[in-house]
């Protein structure tokens, strides 16, 4: 069964705290997205990357930054966590157009 | 830009039901459109997947139909069971600026009381 795998279900951290969410597919996807969904606001894309080391911003890049040195693996970065930063985090990855997407589990991640 | 609005935002139906919901987009240059569950705290399941080309697909219990010239596509859910409480989430995948443009509905929250 082809997967999406987030590292952590969920994590709690201090304001200032440098967080990493980790992501891989096993799907050998050319794409890959990190959004974050919130109530009455749904999902909004973050980062998204077509190709390994290559990034492109999405609708919220701020406060955010992304790292792809292999094609299977998407990594988030918070630099300094905030706790309006606090929220359900969705990693996802597609082979190009027409493919469709698959999403993994989520992170619920909570700053303090 | 894509818009995609979902209706009704909630739903609640007694077990045994058969239902439809919603999904409408504003622009008929699309690549796909995918129907999505998500369960309470969790990820998105990818339910179906039609392609531009399509008209409709099934999985089980469930079908999608697509209407690209009018913009509207719905979710046929049979027999409805108290498993099937969730939210449902539709996304048109379509050409964008750059290489991406996936936009989402705001979903509808379903209820199925057993």
């Known amino acids: 069964d082809v997967k999406v795998t987030q590292s952590s279900r969920y994590l709690v951290k201090r304001t200032g705290e440098k967080v990493f969410l980790e992501c891989v597919q096993d799907m050998d996807h050319e794409n890959m997205f990190w959004y974050r969904q919130d109530p009455g606001l749904g999902l909004r894309l973050i980062y998204f990357s077509y190709d390994v080391k290559m990034k492109e911003k999405g609708d919220i890049p701020e406060g955010y930054s992304v790292s792809r040195e292999k094609k299977e693996r998407f990594s988030l970065i918070l630099e300094s966590a905030s706790t309006n930063q606090t929220s359900m985090y969705l990693c996802?990855?597609?082979?190009?157009?027409?493919?469709?997407?698959?999403f993994g589990s989520g992170t619920r991640l909570t700053v303090v | 830009k894509q818009e995609v609005t979902q209706i009704p935002a909630a739903l609640s139906v007694p077990e045994g039901e058969n239902l439809v919901l919603n999904c409408s987009f504003t622009?008929?240059?699309?690549?796909?459109l995918q129907w999505f569950r998500q369960d309470p705290g969790k990820g998105l399941t990818s339910l179906l997947l039609?392609?531009?080309?399509?008209r409709e697909q099934t999985s089980g219990r469930l079908n999608a139909s697509l209407d690209k010239s009018s913009g509207r596509s719905t979710l046929y859910i049979a027999a409805s069971q108290p498993g099937d409480s969730a939210t449902y989430l539709c996304a048109v995948d379509a050409p964008g600026a750059g290489s991406y443009q996936l936009t989402f509905g705001k979903g509808t929250k379903l209820s199925v009381i057993p």
């Open positions: 996802a990855s597609s082979s190009g157009q027409g493919g469709g997407y698959t």
């Open positions: 622009d008929s240059a699309i690549y796909n």
């Open positions: 039609i392609q531009s080309s399509q």
